[in-house]
């Protein structure tokens, strides 16, 4: 299987996707602070899912990226806490890209606390 066709990877693709456009909109003094961080952490998500599973042959490796990309959830979520408090982004948005990030978290933990059913070999 490819790893593009993991719903965690899908799913964190598409929110780093949202977030990219809604951060367009932010103040310019936000370019090379909270614009590049919420950007760079959101990107991330995926990318450590990717490595991860192609790392899946060495267990302690593929559970370090996928809670490397559980960490990177976990930022995207704060600075999008400082986008709403900051009245860059509007409740609405603010609220369904945290859901999704919930929703993320879920399954990149499912992933953690079940390695072997992504083709680890845990014996």
């Given at each position: ?25 932010f103040p310019k003094e ?28 060495y267990p302690k ?63």
């Amino acid at each position: 299987m490819d790893f593009k066709k993991l719903i965690a990877y899908q799913k964190s693709f598409d929110l780093a996707m949202s977030i990219f456009e809604i951060s367009k909109s932010f103040p310019k003094e936000e370019t090379y602070s909270l614009s590049d961080q919420i950007r760079r952490s959101s990107r991330s998500v995926s990318t450590n899912i990717a490595e991860a599973y192609r790392k899946r042959r060495y267990p302690k490796h593929f559970i370090s990226k996928l809670t490397d990309a559980d960490g990177e959830n976990s930022e995207t979520s704060t600075w999008l806490d400082f986008a709403l408090v900051c009245s860059y982004i509007q409740k609405e948005s603010y609220t369904k890209c945290v859901n999704e990030g919930k929703e993320i978290g879920k399954l990149i933990n499912y992933m953690i606390n079940n390695p072997g059913k992504f083709g680890v070999n845990c014996d």
